[in-house]
């Protein structure tokens, strides 16, 4: 593979909205080219890249797929990926290893949710961007109103490439925008009057050329040909292509575009790093090897398939590389050339090559092989958690084994073991993106599970500084339990400079302090005179942090609480490090009583997406919610993005009401921000709650 030209290469990744055609347009594309030999749909469930059960069921694409095809000179990796947002995972993957991102359009629907999301990706990914406007053989087109919605949306760099004529069943073909003389009879736009601005945006990259234009000269056709690319890698000019993947119309002209004006691996600029050091990455085989990983997949046959894009360099099979992470070379197994779910060995690969290997347990999504390092891929947080648990007793091994597969898979998803609340919680993107990792563990791993909402992980404090004692005494002959604790306690900010507070001026009797980060917790021993002996302040500290672990007035975790330990008394035969541990606990549960204790909970920041139509629609439901509005910013193209804080016991199922409020268009990101007081009429009803589930535990 490696003896192929770097840039007869195009690593190019569909991206879009649901439903848009994207896998259509990919196994359109391999039939066409004679890459396969098959009449795949979507519909049928006959597709080569959606060939996953859950995939078919639905009829529409879960995970990324790579597949490769052949178009005259030229060697095509295309990765399809999924429309719905709820797996934008896959897609920032497939976008680290590609050159040029086709942001596919559904003619008929327009610029959609997940358009706006992929096309931003794709910038943030630093490749070239194209866009493909799909369906066109379907009804109820506008299309000069879709390309003015697109160059509103992402501005004048967006240029016709290609016009169609006609559109619907009369759809017919397209008509070049940058040849002259090309009959245009019944386009929907005049190319001719297109083909000025695409010069434009084409030559705009390189200053003596577009000077030359502007005194008169036209740029020659290898001009052109050579600044297209340039100018499309440097996201100057996004070109607009236009076809019907259903028909396979405008399906030759959409390859001889790709090929076109589709950058190379040589032309997209990428930088390494090793130590301080820094290098611009060049596609040489001769260079050294830098390929990283972009995608796993958890396949029943073969097990871990782990793909990678090669950069620099040339990867061998059985060769011994560097990995991220590992103190001693990585040994890599047979490396496979994949066609969606088939795959065959290859010898090597080189720049700009994709390929897999099987098993390689040493292997993650972002691992670089070789002793340079890349940026890591960022991927969203996921935000919507359920508790799990299996529906068969025993199972719970089983459990946990085939999440971490998912985990392994799946850079979006999490899993969170709460040892507050003991529940194993998994975190995805949405409701739906959990829903099919529950039909993933049935099918993959024959395990049903239960999920239910799971505990809000709410926080306990107080309001006031308190003083008291527990004396714990205990006589049932033989040796007793003796210990007895007398502490302060008082409230403890957030972002308190510990180094500062805790001084002798604050603590007169002062010996030394504790501060835990985690749970901003403060505990100073001021014990004179021996009154507890200090091998049993260890004692006294664990009896704290069972306390902190286990609540006092609801059963939750405490936090920006402080504790001085001042008095205290011992018995020579009795006494013990048992007895002193329940003696602190018990303190600290008494005086915690008196300090006006009070429930915190998590407060999380979100960024909502929404038409400006929906925007006093938001606000009014942050306000219901009792959430705070910070502002909001255009967004482009008749979109605002509101900033807010809101509670997160009031958004675990924002995602159902947003698509009510919105159509199904709006979008959101959400991130913890930090823990807040509740309110009282809040705290009550929580409070009863787990007061009546202490009850029924007794």
């Known amino acids: 593979m490696t003896s192929r030209d770097v840039t007869r ?24 080219t004679g890459a396969v030999n098959a009449q795949p749909s979507v519909d049928e469930g006959t597709s080569i890249c959606d060939f996953d059960p859950e995939e078919k069921a639905h009829k529409y694409t879960i995970e990324s797929k790579v597949v490769h095809l052949e178009h005259g000179p030229y060697r095509l990796h295309l990765i399809d990926t999924p ?37 931003e990706e794709a910038g943030k990914a630093g490749v070239g961007r194209a866009i493909v406007i799909n369906k066109m053989d379907m009804e109820n087109i506008d299309f000069p109103a879709l390309v003015h919605a697109i160059r509103e949306l992402w501005g004048p760099r967006c240029v016709l490439f290609n016009v169609p004529v006609g559109h619907g069943h009369e759809f017919r073909g397209v008509v070049s925008t940058l ?7 019944g386009a929907l736009m005049d190319p001719n009057e297109i083909r000025q601005p695409l010069i434009e945006s084409i030559i705009e990259v390189d200053e003596e050329v577009m000077e030359r234009y502007f005194e008169g000269q036209m740029p020659t056709q290898e001009e052109l040909s050579r600044l297209i690319v340039r100018s499309v890698a440097a996201g100057t000019l996004i070109p607009i292509v236009c076809c019907a993947g259903k028909t396979g119309v405008g399906l030759a002209e959409l390859l001889d575009a790709v090929v076109f004006f589709g950058p190379s691996p040589a032309d997209i600029r990428r930088t390494a790093s090793r130590d301080s050091e820094e290098i611009e990455i060049n596609p040489d085989p001769a260079g050294p090897l830098i390929a ?20 620099s360099g040339v990867l061998k099979k059985d060769m011994t590389v560097p990995t991220t992470g590992s103190r001693k070379g990585t040994k890599l197994g ?16 080189g720049p700009g090559d994709i390929v897999a290997i099987a098993k390689m347990e040493e292997l993650h999504i972002g691992t670089v092989l070789g002793d340079w390092q890349l940026p890591p891929i960022q991927f969203p947080s996921p935000m919507v958690g359920l508790a799990v648990s299996p529906k068969s007793r025993g199972d719970e091994t089983k459990l946990s084994g085939a999440l971490q597969k998912v985990v392994e898979e ?20 949405s409701e739906l993106h959990l829903t099919i990792v529950r039909e993933r563990l049935a099918r993959r791993e024959k395990l049903e599970v239960e999920t239910k909402e ?14 008291g004692m527990y004396r714990h005494k205990k006589q049932t002959g033989g040796r007793g339990q003796f210990g007895e604790v007398h502490i302060r306690m008082f409230p403890l900010p957030r972002g308190t400079d510990i180094a500062a507070f805790a001084t002798k001026e604050r603590f007169p009797q002062m010996k030394e302090y504790h501060y835990d980060p985690e749970y901003n917790f403060l505990w100073v021993d001021s014990i004179v005179g021996g009154v507890i002996p200090g091998n049993f302040m260890p004692a006294v500290e664990k009896g704290f942090r069972d306390r902190i672990e286990r609540g006092v007035i609801a059963g939750y975790r405490i936090q920006d609480v402080g504790v001085e330990v001042f008095f205290g008394k011992h018995h020579p035969v009795d006494s013990s490090e048992a007895a002193f541990r329940t003696a602190a606990s018990m303190a600290f549960r008494n005086v915690f009583q008196q300090a006006r204790p009070c429930l915190l909970e998590p407060i999380v920041t979100m960024s909502i997406t929404v038409p400006e139509a929906s925007v006093g629609d938001v606000y009014s439901d942050m306000s219901a919610r009792g959430g705070r509005v910070l502002g909001s910013d255009a967004a482009g193209g008749g979109w605002q993005t509101i900033r807010a804080e809101v509670p997160l016991r009031e958004v675990t199922t924002y995602a159902r009401t ?12 959400m991130e913890f921000s930090h823990y807040a007081v509740m309110p009282a009429h809040v705290q009550q009803e929580i409070l009863a709650k787990a007061k009546l589930e202490e009850e029924e535990e007794e």
Do not use: W
């Open 658 to 669: 947003l698509s009510s409020i919105t159509g199904g268009q709006g979008s959101f990101t």
């Open 334 to 349: 047979p490396l496979l050339k994949v066609q969606a779910s088939e795959s065959q060995p290859v010898e090597e690969a």
């Open 410 to 429: 799946d850079p979006t998803f999490r899993l969170e073991r709460d040892s507050q609340t003991k529940e194993l919680v998994m975190m995805g993107m």
């Open 454 to 467: 799971p505990k809000i992980p709410y926080r306990e404090t107080i309001q006031a500084p308190a003083e």
């Open 179 to 185: 040849q002259e003389g090309v009959p245009s009879d």
């Open 83 to 119: 429309g719905y947002p709820d797996f934008i995972g896959q897609t920032i993957g497939a976008l680290r290893a590609v050159d040029l991102a086709l942001i596919v359009i559904n003619a008929p629907a327009g610029i959609e949710v997940n358009t706006r999301r992929v096309f």
């Open 9 to 32: 290469i195009r690593n190019v990744a569909l991206c879009g909205h649901g439903s848009s055609g994207k896998t259509t347009l990919v196994d359109k594309l391999l039939v066409h």
């Open 292 to 311: 990283q990983v972009f995608k796993t997949r958890i396949d029943p046959f073969v097990q871990k398939l782990s793909y990678i894009r090669v950069f």
